[in-house]
């Protein structure tokens, strides 16, 4: 839960975060479509999934096992969500 706590602190200044009962998933979801961004994640290794009709990304801790494997995805995440598609 802490592992969950951390990500959603260091992607809640790009995402809004949705409200999730489930311990270890986070939702998020932004103005921009997604999808592009999605492709870019899968592409550098970064696991997430992403449903399309509501545009938001699901990321589970789990396949997080240290703080610092959170930062490095959230590094990855932060440089994907910084680029621009048209």
Do not use: A
Not at 5 to 20: G, K, R
């Amino acid at each position: 839960i802490r592992l969950k706590n951390y990500l959603e602190d260091q992607l809640s200044d790009i995402f809004q975060v949705m409200p999730s009962d489930h311990n270890s998933m986070l939702l998020l979801t932004h103005k921009k479509d997604l999808l592009p961004y999605y492709l870019d994640l899968l592409n550098i290794g970064v696991s997430v999934k992403f449903f399309k009709k509501q545009n938001y990304f699901r990321l589970s801790t789990p396949y997080f096992y240290t703080k610092n494997d959170i930062d490095q995805v959230v590094k990855l995440i932060k440089i994907s969500m910084n680029k621009e598609y048209v």
